[in-house]
């Protein structure tokens, strides 16, 4: 695949990630089709961003800084905490289709660390039990 190829590639992921919240599976053969590029290839690219998924998201998402300053500051117990209150590993959907968990490798909040983001909003010196509370009120609970 010609570099050209997959720069002319990426804006259209982003588009079509921002319509449906990720890429469907029904699209790859056509974009594959239109930028002269094998389906694995496609694939490939996809699966190279992490920013990009091939399954519908949760409702909402949290992700976990996962960065250095993080890990000092306690996100790996934050982290093993949260995969098991959502029943979920990193990368995954809660059965009920409303948490999408992600790491993310750093938020920018350092100097408030550990950082998480529901959404598009970002906590700082999160808990274990501030994190149960930004989940219940993210649920409405």
């Known amino acids: 695949m010609s570099s050209t190829n997959q720069a002319d590639l990426l804006p259209a992921l982003h588009r079509l990630q921002e319509k449906f919240g990720y890429i469907p599976d029904h699209a790859i053969a056509d974009l594959a089709k239109a930028y002269n590029m094998a389906q694995a290839e496609v694939v490939g690219v996809i699966g190279f961003y992490h ?9 909402q998402r949290l992700r976990i800084c996962r960065a250095e300053s993080c890990q000092a500051m306690g996100a790996d117990a934050l982290a093993m905490h949260a995969c098991t209150q959502l029943g979920v590993e990193f990368g995954a959907t809660t059965a009920d289709g409303e948490v999408t968990l992600e790491a993310a490798y750093c938020l920018g909040n350092c100097a408030c660390s550990p950082a998480v983001m529901l959404d598009d909003d970002l906590h700082g010196r999160v808990s274990v039990e501030r994190l149960d509370a930004i989940l219940a009120e993210g649920r409405g609970v």
């Open 51 to 59: 920013d990009f998924r091939r399954t519908p998201p949760g409702r």
